[in-house]
Each structure stands twice: as C-alpha cells, then as structure tokens.
C-alpha cells in the first residue's frame, strides 16, 4: 500500500554529513521548515528540525522511519537562525547539526520541553477547575429557578422574605461563578516588560558627539564600524545612545563582551538605564534563568547582554549589534564543534537581520585595521578621555638587573614596592596582574631535579597551596601535595609565582592594605566574582591580584596604580599572534588606571626590557608603527589578515599511532593542493605545514598533532575550504578515524 504523507529532511543534535530522512504521515497535519519534530535515530529519541519539506528520498522507501510526534507546542526556529546555523556549518567547516547542538544545548531544549509539560499540567488542572466550576454554575442554576418557582407560588409573607433571600444568595453565586469560569477560560497571559519609565539618555561630552555623529554615517552606508576608542574614552556611553536610539525604533539590541567578569559589572551599570529591559545570558546563569531569557528574547523590546554563545539565542528584530573588546580571544571558542568566533558570527547575524553593527576597543585587532583599510569596515577614533586626558606615568623594570643588585623580594622589586606604598598612603587602589593562577605553575625535586607533570597531559602540574592540591589546568586533574617528590622523596620546592602565591607576597609586604585575588579559581560562581568586582569598586578593597580578567573593561575609579608581574609570559606563546596580544592584553590593562581625570601609574616587570611590546608603552614606539611593522610580518609569511588558517587536529591514544596518522594525511594534503603558495605575493593559494607537535602535545591521554593550512584570501577562498572538507571526510572514510581530526578554521 502507498504511503500517503511527505518526506522531510531533519537537523539533530549530532555530527552527522548528512540530515536523515522521515515521512510524516498525513495524519499527523501540515510541517513547514524549521518546526520540531520528535524522531528516533540510531535507537534513541531526539528533538529535531525540519530543514526541508518534500523532498525526494535518496534511499528505499522501506527504510525510512515516520516521526515520533510533531512538537506543535515548542516555538519553530526561524527561517533567520537556520540562516545563521548554515553559514557557521559552511565557515567553519562542521555539521549543521553541532551548530544546533550549540545553540540548543540539552539544557535549553529540556527547559522547553519542561515548560511544555507544565503547561500541559497547568491546562489540565485548568480544565479539571473548569469542569468543576461549570458543574456548580449547572446545579445553582437549577437550585436557582426552583427557588423563583417557590417564591412565586409562596402564601406567607415569612416564606417569600425565606426563598427571595435564597434568590438573591444563589443569583449572587451565579454570578461569582460565571466570573470564576470567564476568568479561567482566558488565556494566559505570558510575562513581558512591562511599561518602563523612561530611559535616560546619557550626556556625552563634544568628542563622543563627534564621534557618534561619524558612527552613524558609517552605518547609513551599511558597514561595520570600528570604534577604536582610547580607555576611558566613554564608549560604553555611545553603546548606550546608540542602542536606546535602536529600542525608540522597535528594534532590539545584542550587546556581546567577551568574558563573564566585564558583564557583571557592566549590568548594574546598564540596568539603571534599561530597567528589566535589560537581559543578560551566560553560563554562569542558572538553567532556569537563561531559559527564561529564552522566552523573553522570542518576546522582543530587549537589550541582551552576553558572551559569544549569545549569537545563538532566537533573535527577533535585530537593530544593533555592538561587540565590545573585539580584539579579545575569548571570542573564539576552541572546543567543541562549532569553534566558532563569537564576533565574526555576530557580524554575520547582523547581516542576516539588516542590523547596524559596532564593533568596540582600545587596541584593535589587526583584522579589524585590516578591513578598515581595504574600506569594509568604517574607522572611527575617540582619543580623548571622558573626564579629560592625563598622562600616565609608565615605568619599566628591568627584573634581571634588579636580581644582579639585590633589588627583588621574591615577585616585587623594591622599585615596585614603593610605588605601591605611595599609591596607598595617598588613598589610590592597586591592580597586579600575574598571567598564572595558583600558587606554583610548576615544582621541582630539590634531589633528582624532576617536576611532575600530569600524567594525562604533558605539562606540569600546578601547585595549588591553598586547596592543598597540585592540579593540571588542561584536563582539570588533581593530586594530593605531600611537598615530597614521588619519585626520590626530597621535597619539591615552588617555580615561579602564581595568583595565589602573589597575593601572599603582598599580604607579607603591605600587612595593613585590604587585599583580594580575581582568577578563574575565585570566580567560578557568578555570585563570588561578582562580589569581589564590586567590592573593589566601592572601594572595600586596596589591592586586587588577577589573572587576565581583571585587564577586561573594568571602570574602577579610585585605581591610581597597575602594575604587571612576570610580564614575559605574555610573549612566550608558541603563536604568531603573541606580540599583537601581549600588546593589546598590556594596553587594555594600563587603561584600568588613571580614571575619573586622575594621573595613573603603570609598572611592567620583566627581563627582557628592550622587546618592542614594552617600548611601545615607554614612548619610544608609536601604535601605528608597531602595528604596521606587525602587519607586515603577517604579509611576508602570508599570516592572517592575508590569509585564511584552517588547523587540522589530529589525536590518538596511542603518539605513534597519531604520528602515523597525521603523517599520512599531511601527505595526502600537500598532493592534493601541489605547489605550497610562497611568502607574501606568491602565485600558490594554499601551504600545508607540518605535522607538527603543539606546545602541549598531550591532553586528557590524547597524543595531538597539527597541520597548519595557509589559503590565500579570494573568491575560490570558500570552494578551496569546501575541498579541504570534502579530502579531509574522504580520508577519514578510508581510514575510518572520524574521531581522530578535527577542522579548526581560524585558530
């Protein structure tokens, strides 16, 4: 017998090449693209969505399984996020379906299908009052009339005032309950914002008038802006103009910061100016609070604030994007699928939605002053300050010299210490950044010289004094400390200085200053970090020692002195971005200071004093220079902005086995693409380099091996990224190690 129905194709949580086939029978109504499905794969239940409809099936019939159930009740996805999902699957280069796992993780659709259910629950038990009110509006009516029928056939004046008040009783019943039941059969009306008092707009200083005025030119000729605005320039309050402009049009507002640390401080300052408008959406939110942030956002009239995975939320009516710090690689997500750029993505959603976009940041990235002057994105500078410009005092410490002459005291040179003794006894806060948490990042055996390493990745361990732990911060193993080498047994002495162990040092050397550390370890609550931003910012709190969160947007008013430690782990990455970060991280954090029209302070530690990152700070570089000099590396070694990176990973339990592996595939690449392209101007598109070991070559027991990708940029940029793919899945259909590579596009 022919079925009778259609066959739609449907995206599922998974990596999957290809998205399975169903039949929706024709009973089951009408299905339209990105509605929801329930469906059963490989024996086990998942929530879909329809990608196509009517489509012809590429195999038997026969085969093809009908769907469970079509999930009327969960809101489709919009034609607008199936766009986003298929652009981030083409870019960079995964299934669309990991794009949907990452934009409805477990946790999101469980929250839908749990509100499902209570709403399927709340209607029952609605309809079971319903029933029940009805039952006794019928049985007063009936009680009602044959009171009327007594009353009008009463005699005695005493029975009719008995039955007129039973009457009047059971009319004023009557009415109640057709009230009740009224009630009950109006729909719910679901939560929504209210209406707000009105928004304040911020004054803004002549410069950010001017400013803003050459934003919105930029914008009317539909480009990107880049608001390369000096620290404390106030570009927050233009990011506010701009979206209460987009709010008065009906328009809603992303407002995208890299890390979860600047959105905590930055949402009290913005719900005083949006009110509940203002909704804020990381993973530091609970379940509950980022699915309500869900339905708020399907919703509209909101300012959302949040990290990168943001993007990905059912945006509705997008009038601004705004990317705060994007020169900031928090933006790019490194595991899992998709390894996506947060801003990139966000330019792209803008696109889809016809929004304005400004990207925000006092050290640009070097893409984005690439694009500015190949005419892309539209530059805009904001050099001066909102509460005026002052110098900042910059002073550099050369920590080898200060070794030779006695002048160190475990992490401080004295140098250091009185200028931290001098900011304090005239009232002002102190910042130290240290790049390392915990105490140690490694020890040593002071008998055979050995440093324990983690036995599931190869690098060492970090010791952790106060948990009393020595902990791997790759895959987050940990071990009891003893202070004993395991494998002589002499005791294990500390190299180096982490957050923990600076923050100790400053406690011996300044005993009556209120002191505070900012890493990754006293943050991992939303409340805890919160809590210690906060306090630093009414003051509560003297001197904060921070990994690179506290480099990020903060706006402490009372800091008058930043001061880095160990500045040269900054520039000892095994990456060509190294310099360009170390700048970008040093010029962000010397911005924390000297606010509010007061002079600051900054102090770089370091050994190597004569590198150009630090003599960009000392005055004897200029910006545009260093950054032209950058550039032009990138260019010799046709390195991005010049280029597109695909990275392909290779991993294996076993090292010779992922040797082997990566080995046979870099060949198979380099015969696929032949001649490499050369340096700078050369006639190849494509250079295959490697395998290559990373710096950490083993994680969670996983062996790994690199080959860098290098295609030029050009209109054949995407089919060669498509053929990568497709040589890539060929070989690992042969070889059958799909689980071994991964693609990561620009690392």
């Known amino acids: 017998m022919e079925k009778v129905g259609t066959y739609i194709s449907v995206i599922l949580p998974l990596r999957l090449e290809w998205n399975p086939c169903y039949f929706v029978p024709e009973g089951e109504g009408p299905v339209a693209r990105g509605d929801r499905v329930s469906v059963r794969f490989a024996g086990r239940k998942y929530t879909g969505v329809v990608r ?155 410069a950010q008038k001017e400013a803003l005025g050459r934003i919105k030119t930029g914008m009317s000729d539909k480009k990107p802006v880049l608001l390369d605005g000096v620290t404390g320039s106030g570009k927050t309050e233009i990011y506010i103009v701009l979206a209460l402009e987009a709010l008065s049009r009906g328009k809603n507002v992303l407002y995208l910061v890299p890390e979860i640390a600047v959105s905590r401080q930055l949402e009290d300052r913005l719900t005083s100016v949006f009110g509940s408008r203002l909704l804020t959406f990381h993973s530091k939110e609970t379940p509950a609070r980022r699915y309500s942030v869900l339905e708020s956002v399907r919703h509209g009239g909101y300012v959302l604030l949040g990290t990168r995975s943001a993007v990905f939320l059912p945006h509705r009516d997008l009038g601004l994007v705004i990317v705060d710090e994007e020169h900031d690689p928090s933006y790019k997500q490194d595991a899992p699928a998709p390894r996506y750029n ?50 900042t005092e910059v002073e550099i410490i050369d920590t080898s010299a200060e070794r030779r002459k006695k002048g160190m005291k475990g992490s401080f040179s004295f140098r250091l210490i009185a200028k931290v003794n001098e900011a304090l006894s005239s009232g002002g806060q102190v910042l130290l950044l240290r790049a390392r948490r915990s105490y140690a990042p490694s020890l040593q055996c002071t008998g055979c010289g050995d440093i324990p390493h983690c036995p599931h990745c190869n690098v060492p361990l970090s010791w952790h004094r106060q948990e009393g732990v020595m902990m791997c911060h790759y895959c987050g193993s940990r071990f009891s400390y003893t202070g004993a080498c395991g494998r ?66 903060f706006d402490f008013g009372g800091l008058s002195l930043v001061a880095v430690i160990q500045a040269d782990s900054l520039l000892g990455q095994q990456d060509f971005r190294a310099d360009e970060r170390a700048v970008q991280m040093l010029g962000q954090f010397m911005g924390r200071g000297g606010r509010r029209g007061q002079k ?40 991005p902005p010049f280029s597109r990176i695909v990275q392909v990973i290779v991993r294996d339990r076993e090292e010779k086995a992922a040797e082997d592996l990566a080995a046979e595939l870099a060949g198979v690449l380099m ?28 994680v969670s027991d996983l062996y790994i091996r690199h080959i860098r990708i290098l295609m030029k940029k050009g209109p054949e940029l995407a089919g060669m990224k498509r053929r990568l793919d497709a040589t890539v899945q060929e070989f690992c259909r042969v070889r059958q190690c799909a689980g071994n590579i991964v693609l990561d596009v620009d690392p």
Not at 150 to 162: I, S
Not at 618 to 631: A, I, T, W
Request: glycine share 8%; hydrophobic share 35%; charged share 30%.
């Open 342 to 391: 947060g801003r990139d993505t966000a330019l792209m959603l803008a696109r889809i939605h016809g929004a304005d976009v400004i990207l925000g940041t006092a050290t640009p990235s070097l893409e984005s002053l690439y694009n500015c002057r190949t005419g892309r994105f539209v530059k805009v500078m904001l050099s001066e300050k909102y509460f005026g410009n002052t110098d």
């Open 600 to 639: 600051g302070t900054f102090v770089i530690q370091t050994s190597r004093p004569s590198h150009p990152v630090y003599r960009l700070f000392s005055g004897d570089y200029r910006n545009e220079d260093l950054s032209e000099e950058m550039l032009s590396e990138r260019y010799a070694f046709g390195y």
């Open 488 to 553: 002589c047994g002499a005791p294990l002495e500390p190299l180096g200085a982490g957050t923990q162990r600076v923050e100790e040092e400053a406690r011996e050397l300044f005993p009556g200053a209120r002191l505070a550390r900012l890493d990754s370890d006293t943050s991992s609550s939303a409340s805890a970090g919160k809590d210690v931003v906060k306090a630093f910012s009414d003051r509560k709190i003297d001197i904060l020692v921070g990994t690179q969160i506290v480099t990020k947007g």
């Open 52 to 206: 196509d409809t009517g489509i012809v099936p590429g195999i038997d019939e026969s085969r093809i399984l009908e769907i469970l159930d079509i999930v009327r009740d969960m809101a489709p996805v919009t034609e607008d996020e199936l766009r986003l999902w298929e652009f981030v699957s083409e870019y960079y280069l995964c299934s669309v379906g990991e794009v949907y796992k990452a934009a409805y993780p477990a946790v999101k659709i469980d929250g839908e299908l749990v509100s499902l259910r209570s709403k399927e629950r709340a209607r029952a038990a609605v309809d079971k009052k319903v029933a029940a009110v009805r039952a006794r509006l019928e049985r007063t009516g009936t009680i009602l009339a044959r009171r009327k029928e007594l009353l009008a056939r009463a005699v005695k004046q005493a029975v009719k005032d008995r039955y007129a008040e039973d009457v009047r009783k059971y009319e004023a019943e009557a009415i109640h309950l057709g009230e009740e039941l009224m009630r009950l059969a109006s729909p719910e009306v679901d939560d929504v914002p209210g209406n707000e008092p009105p928004l304040h707009v911020p004054s803004l200083s002549a």
């Open 671 to 698: 015969k696929e693409y032949g001649v490499p392209c050369q340096a700078g101007g050369g006639s190849g598109t494509v250079s295959v380099m490697g395998p290559y070991p990373p710096a950490v070559d083993k």
